[in-house]
């Protein structure tokens, strides 16, 4: 449902001379690879996979993190950067322009890390022999990093203001 209704807002908006939004092609980018881990056996247990669905449900499940960032990070950002244009306070534009960097930065770092992860990057996502990853920590960490613990008051300031 999800997906039909992503994909008709942007065909919408390619149709009626408007620019696609970014957020929504992340979007789209980020619900194809769910669909295709589920399509893989992502939802079922390993044991009940072969070696080929286990392989391509591993894939998207770890393609699907990099266009979810972007996709949070746009829409975050755009949001702050929409209450800079409408309000008049000077500390109001401040706080956002702290919170837009400091969220760039945040999401940018994450991705880095991502990329950076297995050498080569690509081992992320596919099976490759001798490929070298750090430990599984350094996810947990840029998870909790990216899912709200650093960015939890940033966006408690976001909602109350």
């Known amino acids: ?7 008709l807002s942007l065909i919408e908006n390619v149709l ?3 620019n696609a939004d970014l957020s929504q092609c992340c979007s789209l980018v980020q619900i194809i690879f769910t669909a295709l881990y589920l399509r893989w056996g992502g939802a079922r247990h390993t044991m009940y996979l072969s070696e080929t669905q286990y392989i391509n449900a591993r894939r998207f499940s770890n393609l699907t993190m990099i266009p979810f960032i972007l996709c949070t990070a746009i829409t975050k950002i ?7 244009r409408i309000t ?10 702290a919170l837009v960097v400091s969220m760039a930065l945040v999401y940018g770092v994450c991705v880095i890390i991502l990329f ?3 050498s080569p990057s690509h081992a992320l996502w596919d099976s490759v022999p001798h490929a070298k990853c750090r430990p599984i920590e350094v996810l947990q960490v840029t ?7 650093i960015l939890y008051f940033p966006r408690l300031f976001m909602t109350t203001v």
Not at 78 to 84: N, R, Y
Not at 88 to 97: A, L, P
């Open 116 to 118: 950076t992860y297995c």
């Open 78 to 84: 755009s949001i702050a950067l929409m209450v800079i």
């Open 16 to 18: 009626r001379g408007r």
């Open 143 to 149: 998870s909790n990093i990216q899912g709200g613990k």
């Open 88 to 97: 008049t306070e000077r500390w109001m534009k401040r706080s956002m322009y």
């Open 1 to 7: 449902m999800h997906l039909r209704s992503t994909v």
